[in-house]
């Protein structure tokens, strides 16, 4: 999970304090206190950690608030809203509309994931069902276009790219004009990095700016620089039009606190994060449902608001129940698929968590997906109830999946990739262990 660190800090501090019999100013202090180590911990700037330690004292006035409120609620309401301010920058400059031609310029210094983040926006926008294509205009980093190459080939997103140095702000001008031409809705060209920031650098971003007249330029830097980013983001502002920030390698550094809080403070709005090597590890940053899951209450909002939605009422209890126990068997993997297949708008649910229903039912493709799930199920059909009911995948034998796929008249190649899907689904839906699910609308029950 992103930032583990310091959501844990900061939810222990409360927790700590929501122990407290009574709620004075000493144990508000010691909260505040703690909360403060760890932002400061995560290098967020000190005079943002000092103005939201003022602010919440200014709300939370202890004695003010008559007998019979909630305290801690208050508290807990109040660093939320304070995390929330500080990390809000509000909108971008620009948001693509799918099937209207847009062009997205990507900048940023080089290492910074700059190259890795344009296919994963690619990516993340054609599961969407967008037109997306790769450009690619950076003629410093040998083997940045063999890079895209490679990504785009990956994930068939259509790009274009070459060496030819001396004529590269015609051909990327040219190949921008193509795509439009052929319907791309979201043209992604990526530009050249620098190891550090420099007039060169600055001068070709806005060459290419000139050239591709791009509708959003995305300032890409790496989180591992913390609170060093405000003037990194600055820097880059002053030179392009930056429109929305992406901030990569959050999977990895204590300092990812610092860096979005940073970039906030110089009001451009974080879009996206950066969560690991792979194409999909990436996530929409959006403030609220962010804070809500640093601070431990889930980022289940959304998902809660769909489950009420579609569920039946008289299922949602037990779903909610099986979720936040997080042992997912291939039974409840079943039951889902009952779901998907007599309801259909599940699936809608699930596409609010992570990976789930985006491979299993991608959109245009119902009907191979539903077929996928039959089959699944059929296989299923031919399972032992201790097989169906363990969550240990390791039972899954040898001669377990030879019987299954004899049994189920299907080959062993498609048991093993039965199987593959659960264990994927498995790992998804564990993250979802201890959840608190709030009810809908209210959370602050968190
Ligand atoms: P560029 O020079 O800015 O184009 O950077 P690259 O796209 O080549 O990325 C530099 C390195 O960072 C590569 O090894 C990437 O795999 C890695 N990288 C990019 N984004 C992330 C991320 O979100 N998490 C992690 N862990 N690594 C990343």
Redesign the pocket.
């Known amino acids: 999970m992103v930032l583990a660190q310091l959501g844990g800090s900061i939810s222990r501090a409360l927790q700590q304090m929501s122990n407290a019999t009574v709620i004075d100013e000493k144990v508000l202090n010691e909260c505040l206190n703690e909360i403060t180590r760890a932002l400061l911990q995560a290098d967020v700037q000190f005079k943002l950690v000092r103005d939201m330690q003022t602010n919440i004292k200014k709300i939370v006035n202890l004695e003010d608030l008559a007998a019979g409120h909630n305290k801690r609620k208050i508290i807990q309401q109040a660093v939320f809203n304070e995390l929330c301010k500080m990390l809000d920058a509000g909108k971008p400059s620009f948001t693509p509309k799918k099937g209207k031609p847009s062009v997205v310029m990507f900048v940023?210094?080089?290492?910074?994931?700059?190259?890795?983040?344009c296919t994963k926006y690619a990516y993340y926008h054609q599961k969407k069902g967008w037109k997306p294509a790769l450009v690619c205009a950076?003629t410093f980093?040998a083997g940045?276009f063999d890079?895209l190459k490679q990504n785009a080939t990956k994930a068939k997103i259509p790009f274009y790219g070459r060496y030819l140095e001396d004529i590269y702000l015609v051909l990327t001008y040219d190949f921008v004009e193509r795509f439009k031409k052929e319907n791309c809705d979201l043209i992604i060209v990526?530009t050249s990095?620098r190891h550090k920031q420099e007039a060169a650098l600055f001068e070709e971003m806005r060459q290419v700016s000139e050239a591709t007249k791009p509708d959003l330029v995305i300032f890409?830097m790496d989180s591992s620089i913390g609170q060093a980013a405000f003037d990194q983001a600055q820097a880059f502002k002053q030179s392009v039009a930056v429109g929305a920030v992406i901030v990569?390698?959050?999977?990895?550094h204590a300092k990812g606190g610092g860096a979005l809080s940073a970039v906030a403070a110089t009001k451009s709005p974080v879009i996206f994060i950066?969560?690991?090597?792979h194409m999909d590890?990436f996530e929409v940053f959006d403030v609220k449902p962010f804070v809500s899951r640093l601070l431990g209450m889930g980022d289940w909002s959304g998902f809660m608001d769909k489950i009420h939605e579609v569920v039946p009422m008289d299922q949602q209890p037990e779903l909610l129940q099986k979720l936040s126990e997080g042992n997912f068997t291939l039974r409840i993997m079943y039951e889902q698929f009952q779901n998907i297949l007599k309801m259909g708008p599940i699936s809608q649910v699930f596409s609010m968590l992570p990976g789930f229903s985006a491979e299993l039912m991608p959109k245009g493709r119902e009907k191979e997906s539903q077929a996928k799930i039959k089959r699944y199920m059929t296989m299923m059909d031919s399972m032992t109830n201790e097989e169906l009911d363990s969550s240990n995948p390791k039972i899954m034998n040898e001669s377990r999946i030879m019987r299954i796929a004899r049994g189920s008249g299907r080959q062993v190649r498609e048991v093993m990739e039965m199987l593959e899907e659960y264990k994927r689904l498995a790992k998804i839906w564990s993250k979802m262990k201890g959840l608190k699910f709030p009810k809908k609308g209210d959370m602050s029950a968190l």
């Not at 940023?108 to 983040?117: A, D, I, N, V, W």
């Not at 950066?274 to 090597?277: F, I």
């Open positions: 940023g210094l080089q290492g910074s994931g700059k190259t890795t983040t950076d980093r940045a890079q990526d990095g890409v990569t390698k959050m999977d990895g950066g969560t690991g090597e590890e």
